[in-house]
């Protein structure tokens, strides 16, 4: 992978980073009685984060978990302010943490997504920071979600494929996922996957990179075939609310598939690589959506076992002996075998037909 790109727009963004310290120590020290510092010990190493514990939180009921992951030589100090959820947790009733990432083989602060900068285990100190979490918190982890900048929307996909038995659904704002990942990526259930992307992004190119980066619609489109949404996705025209900024949103909506999961990707039109809505006005932000926003409305409608409310009847188990079982498939579409604990699309036939139904064994 090439780096010299990132590290040129890393020094251009020498000033915005100062920046960003400085707004963000004194957002964390003006919420320090619901945000806490905090690490734990994984692989050897001790692992920081930031944890932001709305007042809400009684302890009397289970709440959401969202997982807020920094850019690429960012930190969780500056996405807790950059990303920013704190509001609609206050309302919401979630709790929200942001993992610090360690020092890559270049000495930038990364998540291990698979670049081959890094052996670091982020899969599994995501895992047990759920369950430290889980320990001092009252959890559903039914509904853990994870986001993230750039690097950090890297890690979201990268969770999804590699941890998916814990995340129930993530959204990207900036990022993507490995090629190779990708190709061989099966996850243990259908993950809705909401993707925030600018067409004019410098430093995680819309039509990808070469072995590191998979374009964004390649990417949108293999994971709604993979949740076996319909091909064809609705497309909307989002209003230009803000005439300014400079950019456009495009919305592509994949409706839904399996477990009532959904595939949306906002396509910014002169979008650069930025949040949307931020309160931190870098060039090519785009005003006319939130993506703090769009992100929760979308992550909240989902547990571990798909939309809530799902009819049942999108997740139905057939007993083999009642119809001819033609052959079992992944969510790749690639003929397998069955095996324990696999969720698996069963493909039947009553001899005119073919049928396919989600199971999960």
């Given at each position: 992978?090439?780096?010299?790109?990132?590290?040129?727009?890393?020094?251009?963004?020498t000033?915005?980073?100062?920046?960003?310290?400085?707004?963000?120590?004194?957002?964390?020290?003006?919420?320090?009685?619901?945000?806490?510092?905090?690490?734990?010990?994984?692989?050897?190493?001790?692992?920081?984060?930031?944890?932001?514990?709305?007042?809400?939180?009684?302890?009397?009921?289970?709440?959401?978990?969202?997982?807020?992951?920094?850019?690429?030589?960012?930190?969780?100090?500056?996405?807790?302010?950059?990303?920013?959820?704190?509001?609609?947790?206050?309302?919401?009733?979630?709790?929200?943490?942001?993992?610090?990432?360690?020092?890559?083989?270049?000495?930038?602060?990364?998540?291990?997504?698979?670049?081959?900068?890094?052996?670091?285990?982020?899969?599994?100190?995501?895992?047990?920071?759920?369950d430290?979490?889980?320990?001092?918190?009252?959890?559903?982890?039914?509904?853990?979600?994870?986001?993230?900048?750039?690097?950090?929307?890297?890690?979201?996909?990268?969770?999804?494929?590699?941890?998916?038995?814990?995340?129930a659904?993530?959204?990207?704002?900036?990022?993507?996922?490995?090629?190779?990942?990708?190709?061989?990526?099966?996850?243990?259930?259908?993950?809705?996957?909401?993707?925030?992307?600018?067409?004019?992004?410098g430093?995680?190119?819309?039509?990808?990179?070469?072995?590191?980066s998979?374009?964004?619609?390649?990417?949108?489109?293999?994971?709604?075939?993979?949740?076996?949404?319909?091909?064809?996705?609705?497309?909307?025209a989002?209003?230009?609310?803000?005439?300014?900024?400079?950019?456009?949103?495009?919305?592509?909506?994949?409706?839904?598939?399996?477990?009532?999961?959904?595939?949306?990707?906002?396509?910014?039109?002169?979008?650069?690589?930025?949040?949307?809505?931020?309160?931190?006005?870098?060039?090519?932000?785009?005003?006319?959506?939130?993506?703090?926003?769009?992100?929760?409305?979308?992550?909240?409608?989902?547990?571990?076992?798909?939309k809530?409310?799902?009819?049942?009847?999108?997740?139905?188990?057939?007993?083999?002996?009642?119809?001819?079982?033609?052959?079992?498939?992944?969510?790749?579409?690639?003929?397998?075998?069955?095996?324990?604990?696999?969720?698996?699309?069963?493909?039947?036939?009553?001899?005119?037909?073919?049928?396919?139904?989600?199971?999960?064994?």
């Open positions: 992978m090439d780096f010299s790109y990132i590290c040129w727009n890393q020094l251009a963004m000033k915005k980073s100062i920046l960003f310290v400085l707004i963000s120590f004194l957002t964390v020290t003006s919420h320090s009685q619901q945000t806490i510092n905090a690490s734990i010990t994984h692989g050897g190493l001790q692992r920081d984060y930031i944890l932001y514990v709305p007042a809400i939180y009684d302890g009397n009921t289970a709440v959401p978990l969202l997982f807020n992951f920094h850019g690429y030589t960012s930190n969780a100090g500056q996405q807790i302010f950059y990303g920013e959820f704190r509001g609609i947790a206050d309302t919401a009733n979630f709790i929200m943490v942001l993992p610090e990432g360690t020092e890559d083989n270049n000495g930038s602060t990364h998540f291990n997504v698979g670049w081959g900068v890094s052996s670091v285990d982020d899969v599994g100190f995501t895992s047990a920071l759920i430290t979490l889980a320990s001092q918190y009252t959890i559903d982890l039914d509904r853990v979600y994870s986001t993230g900048m750039s690097n950090g929307g890297f890690m979201s996909f990268h969770l999804a494929c590699n941890l998916s038995n814990r995340i659904a993530i959204a990207s704002v900036t990022g993507s996922i490995v090629p190779a990942t990708l190709s061989s990526c099966n996850p243990s259930h259908p993950i809705p996957v909401l993707q925030i992307h600018g067409d004019s992004d430093t995680v190119p819309y039509a990808g990179g070469f072995g590191w998979s374009p964004v619609s390649s990417l949108v489109s293999s994971w709604a075939n993979q949740n076996n949404c319909p091909s064809t996705p609705i497309f909307t989002m209003p230009d609310i803000n005439t300014s900024d400079g950019s456009t949103v495009e919305k592509y909506e994949y409706e839904e598939g399996d477990a009532c999961s959904q595939v949306i990707h906002y396509k910014i039109l002169g979008g650069d690589h930025t949040w949307p809505g931020s309160a931190i006005s870098f060039p090519g932000t785009n005003y006319d959506i939130n993506a703090s926003k769009e992100a929760w409305n979308f992550l909240s409608q989902y547990d571990i076992n798909g809530i409310g799902c009819p049942t009847s999108s997740i139905e188990v057939i007993p083999a002996q009642e119809k001819e079982l033609v052959k079992i498939v992944d969510f790749l579409g690639r003929e397998v075998q069955p095996s324990e604990g696999s969720p698996l699309i069963y493909i039947y036939s009553d001899g005119t037909t073919e049928r396919k139904i989600f199971v999960n064994d």
